[in-house]
């Protein structure tokens, strides 16, 4: 498979390894890089709903905005594990507090931020070649196999063969367990499906995310080739990023995709 890159670091940020298009940015933030949060949302937790002080997640948020010199205040969502595509048609206003109920955002404007919270979740950023337009998706595996990546390619108004994508980081398949529900959700749609799959003990299977999620778009139309990502694991590397199996009570990670106005 194409594009097992972890990204480059900066800033106390992961920066995608991908050939995006002039203007076009993406990152997912690390936990420990900057932040008001206090143990166990420590230190820069972007997930208001996730048990943390509200003051905290503000100022976390603001410091988001300040260190990565964004063109404005990222269009946060309700994320709820489902498959709405919320389009984004212009920048929220400062005072803004509404959040659309969905977990994949697309937009052609430039100056506007898409933002996605995960932690264990597959966070996915999409680009047009053409850098016309751009999406992020939340995809655990209800999402997946739903069909939320699926959705969100096909919101964005270019073609699969067109668009590049983006894995950051979420549980990794040396790690993530699941039972027979997960497993058979999958290969009943695809049988090409098990072998994302790894046997562990009666029942149990150790799934790859990162795999399901390329099999899936490229059903879609994708090319093998402009899939990026997918070599990094949430649950293994405390350091960096918040893990919800890890830990349970944790913070949330923020992937953000914007085009330059």
């Avoid at 900066?10 to 933030?29: F, I, N, Q, S």
């Avoid at 994320?79 to 959040?99: F, K, N, S, T, Y």
């Avoid at 590049?164 to 009943?188: N, S």
């Avoid at 923020?254 to 106005?261: E, F, P, S």
């Amino acid at each position: 498979m194409a594009g097992i890159e972890t990204g480059r670091e900066r800033l106390g940020a992961l920066y995608p390894d991908w050939p995006a298009p002039p203007g076009v940015h993406a990152l997912t933030t690390l936990r420990c890089s900057a932040g008001a949060s206090l143990p166990p949302y420590d230190s820069f937790n972007m997930g208001a709903r996730c048990g943390d002080d509200p003051q905290a997640v503000s100022a976390n948020r603001a410091e988001l905005r300040r260190r990565f010199r964004l063109p404005c205040a990222p269009a946060w969502l309700r994320q709820v594990h489902g498959i709405e595509v919320a389009r984004i048609g212009q920048p929220p206003p400062e005072d803004d507090v509404g959040e659309p109920e969905a977990d994949a955002a697309m937009t052609d404007a430039p100056g506007v931020v898409l933002a996605i919270l995960t932690a264990d979740c597959l966070p996915v950023v999409f680009a047009a070649k053409d850098g016309t337009g751009i999406a992020a998706a939340h995809a655990g595996w209800r999402g997946l196999v739903a069909g939320m990546l699926e959705r969100t390619l096909a919101a964005m108004r270019a073609q699969p063969e067109d668009v590049i994508a983006w894995l950051g980081p979420a549980a990794g398949p040396a790690r993530y367990e699941i039972g027979r529900e997960v497993h058979d959700a999958f290969t009943a749609q695809a049988p090409a499906a098990a072998s994302a799959f790894a046997p562990t003990r009666p029942g149990q299977w150790m799934v790859d995310l990162y795999a399901l999620a390329r099999l899936r778009l490229i059903a879609a139309g994708m090319a093998a080739g402009d899939i990026h990502g997918g070599g990094l694991c949430t649950i293994s590397d405390p350091q960096r990023f918040y893990s919800y199996r890890r830990d349970r009570e944790t913070g949330r990670m923020a992937t953000l995709i914007w085009m330059r106005a």
